[in-house]
């Protein structure tokens, strides 16, 4: 907790990902994750509903912490590139928000 803002439940990695490919294009319900571009760089498109930025992840002592109820897609993996996550729950599809047409309107009803 002294530098990831919960308590760690599960930890994976993408790598070997192919040019142009994109990973992730989901949101969590109550996930909260960290993303940690351990070798290379990628890009992280970050949505909540009403607002979208980029954030390019190419630092190992650097990460990015995704709250719940966001919209996430990676873009642009460098070659050898390697994200590991760091996550609060163990996964359970039920948390997942896989079209976003279903998060945005989820994200509208919070409000």
Known sequence: MRNVPFEIQR???????????????HSH??????LIAVSGSFDVH?????????VRL???Q???????????EIHAFSSGAVCVSLASLLYDE??????????????SERT
């Open 11 to 25: 930890v994976y990695y993408l790598y070997d990902i192919s040019e142009g490919a994109s990973r992730a294009g």
């Open 29 to 34: 319900k109550n996930l909260q994750q960290v």
């Open 46 to 54: 970050l949505d909540d509903g009403r607002e979208k930025r980029v």
């Open 58 to 60: 190419s630092q190992p």
């Open 62 to 72: 650097e990460g990015l912490y995704i709250p719940r109820m966001i919209w996430r």
């Open 94 to 107: 039920a948390d997942y928000f896989r079209r976003y047409d279903d998060f945005l309107l989820a994200v």
